[in-house]
């Protein structure tokens, strides 16, 4: 899609991971999944300072890496609903560590997310 990605000539495995979550929404998309199926209104409303635009490029982004699942119905009017893969349930764990990781960083904004999957 759209997004530059680090160029990987020595095959690091920490730079093919950043290609693959990296970027600022990724995460924060998969988060909001968890355990859930949501819509594209409901995964908007959800990440608020995200824009539709931004949304949509990222989810048919994740879509395309395998990362979500995205299940269209034919209802009038039509129904989407985006839910995790097995691989994107995988990161589940690793963003719960992240979470508890930076637990105490101060990074000086009024904004404190709550982290919490269960």
């Known amino acids: 899609m ?5 160029e990987n000539y020595n095959e690091c495995p920490i730079t093919h991971s950043m290609n693959i979550v990296g970027n600022k929404w990724t995460s924060i998309i998969v988060y909001t999944l968890a ?8 995964l908007a409303i959800r990440i608020d300072k995200i ?11 994740m879509e395309q890496r395998g990362i979500i699942n995205r299940e ?7 129904r989407v609903e985006y ?30 997310s709550n982290c919490s999957t269960s």
């Open 2 to 6: 759209g997004r530059k990605l680090i």
């Open 35 to 42: 355990d859930r199926k949501l819509r594209f209104g409901e």
């Open 51 to 61: 824009s539709r635009k931004v949304l949509s490029n990222e989810l048919k982004e």
């Open 72 to 78: 269209s119905y034919a209802e009038t009017p039509p």
């Open 83 to 112: 839910s995790l893969t097995k691989k994107g349930e995988d990161l589940l764990p690793i963003l719960n560590q992240l979470c508890a990781w930076s637990k105490g960083i101060d990074l000086d904004s009024d904004d404190q």
